[in-house]
């Protein structure tokens, strides 16, 4: 038997089954029309009067900037923590990458780090090697001489220790260690690497994805434009 619902916003009565999502007191039709009307009131710069504004104030950063790092891992107290956080922002590794590595995937004579990469469309992860900074790779075979299981194995943990260290030097809440791999490719563009290379060393199939991985911070947005103003005066004359 089929039971009718009344829509709290156009007052029609309907069915309850095909005409209403589940929890939901506005019909599929109002829902589908609040919907169009929010995507063109932001597109008109506008919204509409039933749909509340987005706050004004200032939200912190999205990314970690390369100047944040020092202050960021001075807060990591945790020997493990410190070595796995410092290994994903200059290897630009995925965190689930990190999460398996063991002594074993590390070849110290070389400087390099095994690494299995996403599957492929046939099924087989391919293995790569990416090399690690000559002090971090000391630091690591010393690590593992002293503890077996030196990096962390469980996300959960991976994300409290970087939860913890964020919110001390007032960095967003919604920031995670992915954004780790984010300076990665920060850093290797302001080493003056091209986007394709950066694609490369990121380990990406679509290289449209890379553009999202480059982020200009404060400092460096700020010399750009002051060079541009020394080196091309003519185009800020008034």
Not at 61 to 83: C, H, L, S, T
Not at 110 to 122: A, F, N, P
């Amino acid at each position: 038997m089929q039971e009718d619902k009344t829509c709290t916003r156009c007052k029609k009565t309907k069915n309850r089954d095909t005409d209403f999502s589940p929890n939901s007191s506005w019909c599929k039709e109002c829902r589908r029309l609040r919907a169009k009307a929010i995507r063109l009131g932001r597109k008109a710069g506008v919204l509409p009067r039933y749909f509340a504004p987005h706050k004004t104030k200032s939200e912190p950063d999205k990314y970690m900037y390369p100047e944040q790092w020092p202050d960021f891992i001075n807060e990591v107290k945790e020997e493990g923590a410190r070595v796995f956080f410092d290994l994903l922002q200059s290897c630009g590794l995925r965190v689930h990458e990190g999460l398996v590595l063991d002594v074993s995937r590390f070849n110290f004579k070389d400087g390099t780090v095994r690494v299995e990469t996403l599957k492929q469309k046939d099924g087989i992860r391919p293995k790569v090697d990416l090399f690690v900074r000559p002090d971090l790779l000391t630091k690591i075979r010393l690590g593992f001489d002293t503890h077996p299981s030196l990096f962390p194995h469980s996300y959960d943990h991976v994300l409290l220790r970087f939860k913890q260290a964020a919110k001390k030097i007032g960095l967003s809440e919604k920031l995670a260690p992915h954004s780790l791999r984010h300076l990665f490719g920060s850093r290797i563009n302001q080493a003056g690497a091209t986007t394709a290379e950066i694609g490369i060393m990121l380990r990406h199939r679509p290289k449209s994805v890379t553009e999202v991985y480059i982020h200009i911070d404060r400092k460096r947005r700020k010399d750009l434009m002051e060079r541009t103003w020394k080196e091309q005066p003519h185009l800020w004359e008034s």
